[in-house]
């Protein structure tokens, strides 16, 4: 590990007990990312929050594609997804379908008769379109085909609705959309019926997997991770036209698994050993750009707890009276650092 640099000339033991005496008397300040610094009196330590990192998989159906749709069956069809391996919370989910014809040559006719509605494993379901372009809900609807490749998503501002209207009688473009409840022409939100209440936990990633926070609330919780089998159902509303689900998958966001973290403790010191206090030592991680500060008391230590380890940090001091041999200083964080030093002139 490269390891910061330590004054050389520091006592060993006298640095030692002057850590050991001060372990139980010491006061803190937690502070947020980038900006403020606590107006505390004594020695600090920070509570490092690590930017929260999203990562996607991509399931695809079980069910042998391409699957009919039934013409004029409520009941329609369904196909599986089978969802597996995630570790954390449901942030996002986006489907993605194609619809063709037996015959060939084009997607579902009519989509207007449709009614598509995804469920998943626990039993929250949402309706990806259904009867579009009938503001009764019963009605003929809109006489374009689906095709595709569509995604059906929170994350665009494209409108399935409107979209459909305005191509009667020709084919729905392909791309991502946002989904419409039966006889809406309003776009609504997906995710939220997926993630489950313990996103309503505002607490950091760092605090949940530590379980250090004494806020209330679910830590950690299980009953929303997306694994399980994803249902969509399928059904086709009136006489007349006919399709089948061409391909199909779901792909889910979730936080990405938390690299490891260490902590980093150090001390301000005069050129003769002594403390300095109101030294503002600041960290910054150059691969995710987060910043934190903090400001020594009359001990002159100072605390960052929770970096991700395997990132390369730059870190600083200032002072309004004094200067450094070593102001700045960069490395890679390996492990714990107990003897990061900054020495004044």
């Known amino acids: 590990m490269k390891r910061i640099s330590v004054d050389s000339n520091l006592p060993r033991v006298a640095y030692s007990i002057f850590v050991f005496v001060l372990v139980g008397c010491v006061g803190y300040v937690l502070v947020g990312p980038a900006t403020g610094v606590g107006a505390q ?22 069910t042998t594609l391409p699957l009919a749709i039934p013409d004029n069956v409520p009941a329609g069809t369904s196909a599986s ?15 993605n379908v194609t619809y063709d014809q037996p015959a060939g040559g084009g ?24 009867r579009t372009g009938s503001s009764t809900g019963t009605g003929a609807g809109d006489s374009s085909d689906a095709q595709g490749p569509y995604t059906f998503t929170d994350g665009t501002a494209n409108d399935w609705w409107a979209t459909a209207v305005s191509t009667i009688g020709g084919t729905i473009a392909p791309g991502s959309y946002r989904t419409h409840a039966n006889g809406s022409a309003t776009p609504t939100d997906m995710n939220p019926v997926f993630q489950g209440p313990a996103l309503a936990d505002t607490r950091s ?3 949940r997997k530590s379980n250090s926070s004494k806020k209330s609330g679910p830590i950690d919780r299980t009953d929303n991770l997306g694994n399980g089998t994803w249902t969509l159902a399928v059904s086709d509303n009136a006489g007349g036209d006919t399709g089948r689900i061409a391909a199909l998958s779901l ?10 973290l260490a902590d980093i403790r150090g001390g ?10 109101n030294a503002y030592v600041t960290i910054l991680n150059t691969e995710t750009n987060d910043t934190y500060t903090v400001r020594t008391g009359p001990l002159g230590l100072f605390r960052f707890e929770g970096l991700p380890v395997g ?20 490395f890679t964080l390996d492990g714990d650092v107990g003897d990061a030093v900054f020495i004044a002139n």
């Open 251 to 260: 792909t889910i966001t979730t936080l990405a698994p938390t690299s490891a």
């Open 107 to 130: 997607g579902h006719t009519w989509v207007g008769d449709l009614n598509v509605v995804l469920t998943e494993p626990g039993g929250n379901f949402h309706t990806i379109h259904s």
């Open 268 to 277: 301000v010191r005069s050129s003769t050993g002594g403390p300095i206090g």
């Open 81 to 95: 997804i089978p969802v597996s391996g995630l570790t954390d919370q449901v942030r996002g989910v986006a489907l």
């Open 205 to 207: 990633i760092f605090e």
């Open 311 to 330: 990132n390369f940090y730059t870190m600083w001091v200032e002072h309004g009276r004094y200067t450094f041999d070593q102001p700045v200083q960069q």
């Open 41 to 62: 009196k004594f020695d600090s330590k920070i509570v490092v929050n690590p930017t929260e990192r999203l990562a996607t998989s991509t399931f695809p159906t079980s």
